[in-house]
């Protein structure tokens, strides 16, 4: 694996140990507790439902096909972790902006002793509350509108063997951009700014996506995923993508 690979993801993973911080702790609580919601919502929807769907199937169909319910578990568990991870994933990721915002702040401050700018904190993240959802508003709409393509390549004989790993090299770079956007956010860069960011740098953004996307597919560590990946994206900002002008 590249090195510049290697430390994308080496920064997800020091993500983690930034939000255990001290003085970090409590700027984790909202994200942490909005990515705890959500994600057990969604598993909560998607076990009521699968349990109603096999109590539909096993009253429409003979007694003997009814081992079908043990195979179509895994295939539930598989369908469900998609589901979670590319669905609620952004919506977890919407609800939390104005409060990723604020962390990618306190974790730049940490890490390098300069406030951004006066007048921040909970008051700041109300007043730019509107324009911090239309923002994630786009963002979403421009993830949305890529993964139409990608999707498609399922659906086509031949190149459909090659999907799954083109959806996850889509997915991790889309994941680097969506964590991207807050610490670059707070300097004023806008969404293409932050592309041609990452693109010059275009191995450490999917090292980095790369590793969030596995780590958002394991039960309990991804509910700390999204902070985590707040903290590591202000890192690989500090340190590697802020003096990467233009």
């Known amino acids: 694996m590249p090195v510049s690979a290697t430390s994308g993801a080496r920064y997800l993973l020091r993500g983690l140990r930034l939000i255990a911080q001290p003085g970090l702790r409590r700027f984790v609580l909202v994200p942490l507790l909005i990515n705890v919601l959500v ?14 769907f096999i109590a539909w199937m096993q009253s429409k169909v003979p007694a003997w096909l009814q081992w079908l319910e043990w195979v179509l578990w895994p295939l539930f568990v598989l369908a469900l972790l998609i589901v979670v991870f590319y669905t609620f994933t952004l919506v977890a990721n919407l609800l939390a902006a104005p409060f990723n915002g604020l962390l990618a702040e306190k974790v730049e401050l940490h890490l390098t002793g300069r406030p951004l700018n006066e007048g921040g904190g909970l008051k700041k993240v109300l007043i730019e509350l509107a324009p911090t959802l239309i923002d994630e508003l786009r963002k979403l709409l421009y993830i949305l509108l890529w993964a139409v393509p990608f999707l498609l390549l399922f659906l086509i004989p031949g190149v459909n063997v090659a999907a799954p790993l083109l959806w996850f090299l889509y997915t991790a770079w889309m994941l ?18 932050i592309r041609g960011r990452l693109r010059r740098r275009r191995a450490l953004a999917l090292g980095f996506g790369a590793t969030a996307a596995g780590m958002t597919m394991i039960p309990v560590l991804n509910f700390v995923v999204m902070p985590s990946a707040v903290a590591g994206a202000t890192a690989m900002w500090v340190e590697a993508l802020a003096g990467d002008d233009e």
């Open 176 to 193: 680097a951009f969506e964590y991207s956007d807050y610490p670059m956010g707070n300097h004023g860069l806008r969404l293409r700014a």
């Open 39 to 52: 994600f057990s919502a969604a598993v909560w929807y998607g076990v009521v439902s699968f349990e109603t």
